[in-house]
C-alpha cells in the first residue's frame, strides 16, 4: 500500500512560482499512476496533472497547461509539481493522489480511481 506525504505549500504573489513535493511508500511506485488534485473553498476538487511513473509520461489540466509541470523521481519515490506564473485562481490545497494497483501507461491515469490520498498542502496567491 502507498502512503503520500505532501510538502512545499506556502504563499506566494501572483506571477512567483512553489514547487510542491510528495513523498511516496510503497512497492508500486515506479509503476503507478499519480496525480496531484486540487480543492479552494467552495469548488470542487478537480485533477491538474497526471504521471505515469513508470515512462514519466506527464497529462495536464488545460487550466495548468505550460505554467505546471509534474515530475517524479523513482529512485526516491517522490513525485513534484512545479508551479510558474501562478494566478489567483491557483490558491487552493493541493492533495497528492496515486492509485494503489499496477499501471501501465499515461493514457489510463486521468480515468483511474486514486485510493491514495495525502493530507494535503496549502497554496495561497496574493496579488
Known amino acids: 500500500q502507498i502512503q503520500l506525504v505532501e510538502s512545499g505549500g506556502d504563499s506566494v504573489q501572483a506571477g512567483g512560482s512553489l514547487r510542491l513535493s510528495c513523498a511516496a511508500s510503497g512497492d508500486t511506485f515506479s509503476r503507478s499512476c499519480m496525480a496531484w488534485f486540487r480543492q479552494a473553498p467552495g469548488k470542487e476538487r478537480e485533477a491538474v496533472a497526471y504521471?505515469?511513473?513508470?515512462?514519466?509520461?506527464?497529462h495536464y489540466a488545460d487550466s495548468v497547461k505550460g505554467r505546471f509541470t509534474i515530475s517524479r523521481d523513482n529512485a526516491e519515490n517522490m513525485v513534484f509539481l512545479q508551479m510558474n506564473s501562478l494566478e489567483r485562481d491557483d490558491a487552493a490545497v493541493y492533495y497528492c493522489?496515486?492509485?494503489?494497483?499496477?499501471?501501465?501507461?499515461?493514457?489510463?491515469?486521468?480515468?483511474?480511481?486514486?485510493?491514495?490520498w495525502g493530507q494535503g498542502t496549502q497554496v495561497i496567491v496574493s496579488s
Open positions: 504521471i505515469y511513473t513508470g515512462a514519466g509520461t506527464t
Open positions: 493522489a496515486a492509485t494503489s494497483t499496477i499501471e501501465y501507461s499515461i493514457s489510463w491515469c486521468p480515468s483511474r480511481p486514486y485510493d491514495v
